[in-house]
């Protein structure tokens, strides 16, 4: 299995710039998940989906970000006017959301910064 | 809220050693999932060991074992035989059973060094 694929890995942009994340899940995976890391607040979701309908969006920061999932192969994390406190790694994951744990498999992240 | 603390920011041993990263967490929940997870520079966010609440056995992964105190709320991680390839931060985790709250709640992560 290829695993979670997250596009660009890194992602250098201006301050107002319009930035958009990619990310393919686990093929077979129901739920999709957006986390963001920085040094400051550590790992926190920012939403995430079950059969491509948002379940939970508390931990969007503001109406400057926005996530879609057309399908269940495909998710994308929009930032629009970014800022330099965007700056972070963010990360996609995936699971089955079936019997068990549930166990979340990660991506390997896209790395933003904002000038 | 469930909140998840780790309380050692970093920690080193000795290769070949043993070492136990420290994990508390505080919920009202009585069942729940309790997770490790290994980032090494490569950022690449990597699942180490699981354990169920409900199980009253530890998990144990080769080398990685859990003391799970599910009335003190503690979950520490235990790495036998330490190894270089060991060396990366370590996020403790819980995810909540109920529908609807599937998302991971992280600790602050500990860098674990290891000294050959």
């Known amino acids: 299995d290829a695993g979670v694929i997250q596009s660009p890995r890194h992602e250098v942009t201006e301050m107002g710039q319009e930035v958009t994340l990619r990310c393919k899940p686990i093929s077979g995976h129901n739920s999709l998940f957006w986390y963001r890391q920085t040094m400051m607040r550590g790992l926190e979701l920012l939403i995430y989906?079950?059969?491509?309908?948002?379940?939970?969006d508390s931990g969007m920061p503001e109406d400057r970000f926005s996530a879609k999932m057309p399908n269940a192969s495909f998710s994308t994390l929009k930032i629009q006017p970014s800022e330099p406190r965007d700056s972070a790694v963010y990360f996609c994951a995936s699971s089955l959301r079936s019997g068990g744990t549930y166990e979340q498999y990660f991506g390997p992240g896209t790395r933003l910064t904002v000038t | 809220a469930q909140t998840v603390t780790q309380s050692q920011p970093e920690m080193s041993v000795q290769e070949a050693e043993t070492v136990t990263l420290s994990c508390t967490y505080d919920?009202?929940?009585?069942?729940?999932?309790l997770f490790w997870y290994k980032q090494p520079p490569s950022r690449q966010m990597i699942l180490v060991i699981r354990q169920e609440a409900y199980k009253q056995q530890n998990a144990t992964e080769n080398r990685f074992s859990v003391n799970f105190q599910k009335a003190a709320k503690s979950f520490s991680l235990k790495i036998s035989d330490s190894q270089l390839g060991d060396a990366a931060m370590y996020f403790c985790?819980?995810?909540?059973?109920?529908?609807?709250?599937?998302?991971?709640?992280f600790g602050q992560g500990t860098r674990l060094t290891i000294n050959p």
């Open positions: 919920t009202s929940e009585s069942d729940y999932y």
């Open positions: 989906f079950n059969n491509n309908v948002p379940i939970d």
């Open positions: 985790a819980y995810r909540s059973v109920i529908q609807g709250a599937q998302k991971l709640v």
